[in-house]
Every structure is written in C-alpha cells, then in structure tokens.
T-cell receptor, first 114, second 119 residues
Framework: NAGVTQTPKFRVLKTGQSMTLLCAQD?????MYWYRQDPGMGLRLIHY???????AKGEVPDGYNVSRLKKQNFLLGLESAAPSQTSVYFC?????????????FGQGTRLTVV | AQTVTQSQPEMSVQEAETVTLSCTYD???????LFWYKQPPSRQMILVIR??????QNATENRFSVNFQKAAKSFSLKISDSQLGDAAMYFC????????????????FGKGTKLSVIP
C-alpha cells in the first residue's frame, strides 16, 4: 500500500536548469496538490488539480507548471530554476468525498538551487 | 481569504508533562474543518487530530485533544503525558467543505510550532 510517492527525494540544481517532480498516488484520489515548505512559512499551495486533465493555480504559482495527464500522477515542473525555489516540496491527495476529509502526503522532495 | 496563525514558533515541555499549542484562524464561513498535523524530522506529514466546525464536542485522540472555541476562532492542541516521540513541528490547518463550492479541498496552514520534549 504505497499511498503517495514522490520522486526524487533530494535534488540539487544549478540556476537556470529545469526539472520535473513526480507525484504518484495509488488510492484513486481525485484531488491532488503541490505545496512548498519554507522555514518559518508553513506549507503554501503552488498548484492543484481536481481531476484528470485539470489544473489550477494556488497561492504561489509563479515559476512552476503542472500537468495531470493521468489520474494517479501529478507533475510539477520548474522550467528555469532560481535560488528562491530552494525548498521542500510536498505532494498531497484526497478523495472528492465529504465523508473522507483526510489529505495524504508524500514524503517530500528537498530541492536546492545553487 | 482564510488565514491560520500559530503565535508560538517554539515550545518545550518536560517528558510526562502536558503542553498546549495555540492556533487561531480567520474565516467568514460557518462550516469548515480544522486539523493538527505533526511533522517529525523524517519530514512526513502525519495527521494528529481533526475537528468539524459544526460539532461542539472537542475531538480527542488518545493523548491528544483539542479545545475548539468557534466564536473565538481558536483551536488549541493539548498533548498529555508528553513523550520523546512527540518532539516535532506541529501545524494547524484549515479547510472548507467540498459542498461549499470553493473549487478545491486545499489546506491552509499556519507557520508551525516546533515542540521540544525534555527528558
């Protein structure tokens, strides 16, 4: 029972490089999210998706793009990484059902941009 | 927009003692959910306890309980008989119900409280 899996767990990028973070969930959840966690800031929403083929902006979307081509996967892309994107990134998912309110989180990806 | 405030960046407690972490929130909605998440050094986000706003009874999960004051928009977490494994970052979070039509089920987090447990 894998739950929510993020790949990779750690990455170091040079400024200007691009990369994609993968989030995969095996619980058939409709809703998926990408958050970033910075010291003293809590978790802030970057983008989210309410279903396959849909995406929407969250609180801090600039510099990121996302795609949800398959229901189980939610990709977060950085086209040209900047030091300000150094952070820990979390993916989360939950069911589109009022009776099930818990969000499930991945283990996080620590990204350093130098 | 909803906001969640945790006014205690750091706290400490003696092992076996009780500690209370504070959380206040701002919303114009009458129905919503509140959560406490624990994040140990492993980074994993672990749900500790949740509260539905329409329920007056405070939620309890073993050694963890909340004091939910809806009128005051306060949601504090009490940890009884503190253990070394309770040392972690604790985040308070808020979410609207799906039927609110908000369009998403996103969580709004506070900035967190780092809890240390002293042996």
């Amino acid at each position: 029972n894998a739950g929510v899996t993020q790949t990779p767990k750690f990455r170091v990028l040079k400024t200007g490089q691009s990369m994609t973070l993968l989030c995969a969930q095996d619980m058939n959840h409709e809703y998926m999210y990408w958050y970033r966690q910075d010291p003293g800031m809590g978790l802030r929403l970057i983008h989210y998706s309410v279903g396959e083929g849909t995406t929407a902006k969250g609180e801090v979307p600039d510099g990121y793009n996302v795609s949800r081509l398959k229901k189980q996967n939610f990709l977060l892309g950085l086209e040209s990484a900047a030091p300000s994107q150094t952070s820990v990134y979390f993916c989360a998912s939950n069911l589109n059902r009022e009776s099930s309110t818990e969000a499930f989180f991945g283990q996080g990806t620590r990204l350093t941009v130098v | 927009a909803q906001t969640v405030t945790q006014s205690q960046p750091e706290m400490s407690v003696q092992e076996a003692e009780t500690v209370t972490l504070s959380c206040t929130y701002d919303t114009s909605e009458s129905d919503y959910y509140l959560f406490w998440y624990k994040q140990p050094p492993s980074r994993q986000m672990i749900l500790v306890i949740r509260q539905e706003a329409y329920k007056q009874q405070n939620a309890t999960e073993n050694r963890f309980s909340v004091n939910f004051q809806k009128a005051a928009k306060s949601f504090s977490l009490k940890i009884s008989d503190s253990q070394l494994g309770d040392a972690a970052m604790y985040f308070c979070a808020y979410r609207l119900p799906l039927y609110s039509g908000a369009g998403s089920y996103q969580l709004t987090f506070g900035k967190g409280t780092k809890l240390s447990v002293i042996p």
